[in-house]
Each structure stands twice: as C-alpha cells, then as structure tokens.
C-alpha cells in the first residue's frame, strides 16, 4: 500500500521560505518519477514541480521556476520542495504525487500559506 505523507506547511510572510518534505511508504521513490501539485481554495490542482526516477531532469511551472527547487533522497525515500521568496499567490494545500497517469498516487497534503 502506497502512503505519502507531507509536511512542512505553515503560515509565513511574503518573502519567506519553506521546505516541504513527503515521506514515502510502500515504494521506493527511486523507481518513480515524483512531482508536486498545489491547489489554491476555488481553483484547480495544478502542476508545480516534477523529478524524473533518474534525479537529475527536473521541471517547473513558470510560476514557480527559479524560486521553487525539488530533490529527492532515495536513500530517505523523501522527496523535498524548497520554496524561497514566497509570495501570497502561493498560498495552496500542496500535494506530492508518485507516478503518472491513472496509477499516480497521492499524498493528503499540505497547507501554505502567506500573508502580504
């Protein structure tokens, strides 16, 4: 049985940073490309981060890129997202996510918030 479980989500100011963790349980992220999604109150989950199984082709959301950075330790079987220079619209339950398509499995979430 799949678990990932986030933590690391808190209330902070604008220009703030945060480092998410998602532990993994019944698999080992090292055989699993690895994303994290986020999704603000009214709107849709959407894509923030990914990390191929290979560790070293990693993606960005515009809205993210060159302040968001994701890793992974397989040897932790966690995955990380550090988040610099916050800004009120990244305010979200973010969501780790193992896999792809119809087999993509999913944490509960965290929640971000920040205050201007």
């Known amino acids: 049985q799949v678990q990932l479980v986030e933590s690391g989500g808190e209330l902070v100011q604008a220009g703030a940073s945060l480092r998410l963790s998602c532990v993994a349980s019944?698999?080992?992220?090292?055989?699993?490309?690895m994303a994290w999604f986020r999704q603000a109150p009214g709107k849709e989950r959407e894509f923030v981060a990914a990390n191929r199984r290979t560790g070293t082709d990693t993606f960005y959301d515009d809205s993210v890129k060159g302040r968001f950075t994701i890793s992974r330790d397989n040897a932790e079987n966690t995955l990380y997202l550090q988040m610099n220079n916050l800004k009120p619209e990244d305010t979200a339950v973010y969501y780790c996510?193992?896999?792809?398509?119809?087999?993509?499995?999913w944490g509960q979430g965290t929640q971000v918030t920040v205050s201007s």
């Open positions: 019944g698999i080992k992220i090292s055989w699993y490309d």
């Open positions: 996510a193992a896999g792809s398509g119809s087999n993509r499995s």
